[in-house]
């Protein structure tokens, strides 16, 4: 089974700058393969939200309200997705989950998550 290990969260003020790291990993002699790699955010009382969308081809995509603030990158030699955010505001405050599609064999590629990393934005 492959884990998605997140790192990077925390506190900052409005204005600040945040990047998020999201490693993929496998057992010892496990190969497997990523496709399209993602960052969702859900805040309290809200729907999770579909951040920024990377595909295996470096194809990027943002939900409207991050444009021109956030930028996803992906490292493959480090199996490793980044989510580089710049001018924080207050409703960014949100938990942060990193998604990928991985094959662990010859097969479909199944949705992977990371365990969730806490981006607090204070005014």
């Known amino acids: 089974q492959v884990q998605l290990v997140e790192s990077g969260g925390g506190l900052v003020q409005a204005g600040g700058s945040l990047r998020l790291a999201c490693a993929a990993s496998a057992a010892s002699g496990n190969i497997f393969s990523i496709n399209a790699m993602a960052w969702y955010r859900q805040a309290p009382g809200k729907q999770r939200e579909l951040v920024a969308t990377?595909?295996?081809?470096?194809?990027?995509n943002y939900v409207d309200s991050v444009k021109g603030r956030f930028t996803i990158s992906r490292d493959n030699t480090k199996n490793t997705v980044y989510l580089q955010m710049s001018s924080l505001k207050p409703v960014d405050t949100a938990v942060y989950y990193c998604?990928?599609?991985?094959?662990?064999?010859?097969?479909?590629?199944?949705?992977?998550w990371g365990q969730g990393t806490q981006v607090t934005v204070s005014s």
């Open positions: 998604n990928a599609h991985i094959s662990t064999g010859l097969g479909p590629y199944d949705d992977y």
């Open positions: 990377i595909t295996s081809g470096n194809s990027m």
